[in-house]
């Protein structure tokens, strides 16, 4: 429970010092407020298909990664993915990605530690593509248009080739993690934590090591070559989906007058996409609110972009994706509310380690 209060508390001072700077340091309120009353709305409900249609792909890189053991799932698995977004928007700390696991469970009878491993595949998946994205958002502006993008990739030790090769690092990544994971077997990790758990009783280290070896074996559903393939791909079209969305508000606020052309534009918002997500690593409180705006307003102040049009865009953009999940998601309490009263009556926070 300690834990828990000192990961909550670290949280909110990491929120609180970046919106503090992000408002008090960066812009004139005045001057935000009255960008933020010339907003052409339209775009933002036109941008929701697409955020939306990411949802979608999400639920279905889920499908494909518990597979393995729940190739006919009873419900739709769609409310579950969205009911683990509401939460992550309302509880800090990411406990949102432990609920959904323990939702599924509920749900479909299933291990939650084995949920729990796919979940973290779902997030090393998404690191994996945003680093591909950034890299080729960067590149892709240095060669062909802004002078900002320039000085970045001058930055970078070799500039545009190192640029390059680093955008294919991701994937050789992915294929080491292949490797190792066909490395390793159920009968390896259980002999090595008979070893560590020597001074254990046999009833003890049993459960031990059956909670590790299924939370493994969600990890490595990876192995599979179809599944595999079909992650990647499906992690892609993900960003992308996201990426379009950021860019269809982006012309709610006619942030092309800031660039040369379409094409400059769409690569700063790939970089912006990948920046404010890969910002959602930084503790904060619930929603990522803080980090997520400071990032994604200083990655546009830095690419030629004014002050408080970059933090009006930022956090329009967030609260965009902040609210359709969470007024779902709490629709989704309302017609499943058995399953959800059972979710928070037996998961204790406080014991969040003890993934079933």
Not at 339 to 353: A, E, R
Request: glycine residues 4%; hydrophobic residues 55%.
């Amino acid at each position: 429970m300690l834990l828990d209060k000192k990961m909550f508390v670290v949280g909110l001072i990491f929120s609180v010092i970046f919106t503090y700077i992000l408002f008090f340091e960066f812009i004139d309120i005045k001057v935000l407020i009255n960008v933020l009353k010339n907003i052409n709305l339209i775009y933002v409900f036109i941008s929701l298909i697409f955020y939306f249609l990411s949802l979608y792909f999400r639920t279905k890189r889920w499908s494909y990664l518990l597979s393995e053991n729940l190739p006919n799932p009873k419900r739709k698995i769609l409310p579950v993915v969205i009911f683990g977004y509401m939460a992550n928007n309302l509880i800090p700390v990411r406990i949102g990605e432990f609920l959904r696991s323990y939702y599924l469970s509920i749900r479909e009878n299933i291990s939650s530690s084995f949920v729990f491993g796919t979940i973290i595949i779902e997030r090393l998946m998404d690191v994996i593509a945003l680093v591909f994205f950034f890299t080729i958002g960067s590149l892709l502006g240095s060669i062909f248009y802004s002078s900002d993008f320039n000085d970045f990739s001058n930055t970078v030790p070799g500039g545009k080739l190192i640029m390059a090769l680093l955008s294919l690092l991701p994937f050789l990544f992915l294929i080491i993690i292949l490797i190792i994971s066909n490395k390793i077997s159920d009968k390896k990790i259980s002999f090595v934590l008979n070893r560590l758990l020597f001074f254990t009783s046999y009833k003890i280290r049993y459960l031990i090591k059956n909670k590790i070896i299924l939370l493994f074996n969600g990890v490595v559903t990876i192995r599979k070559k179809n599944i595999f393939f079909y992650t990647i791909i499906y992690s892609i079209i993900i960003w992308i989906c996201e990426a379009v969305m950021y860019y269809i508000i982006s012309l709610g606020f006619n942030l092309n007058i800031f660039f040369d052309s379409t094409f400059e534009l769409i690569s700063v918002i790939i970089v912006f996409t990948s920046i404010v997500n890969l910002a959602g690593i930084i503790p904060s409180s619930a929603g990522s609110w803080g980090p997520f705006d400071f990032f994604g307003s200083l990655t546009l102040i830095t690419l030629g972009v004014d002050n408080e049009m970059a933090v009006a865009y930022s956090l329009l953009v967030h609260f965009a994706l902040w609210l359709p999940p969470t007024i779902i998601g709490f629709v989704i309490i309302i017609l499943d509310k058995k399953s959800i009263i059972q979710v928070f009556k037996n998961f204790k926070l406080k014991k969040i380690s003890n993934v079933r």
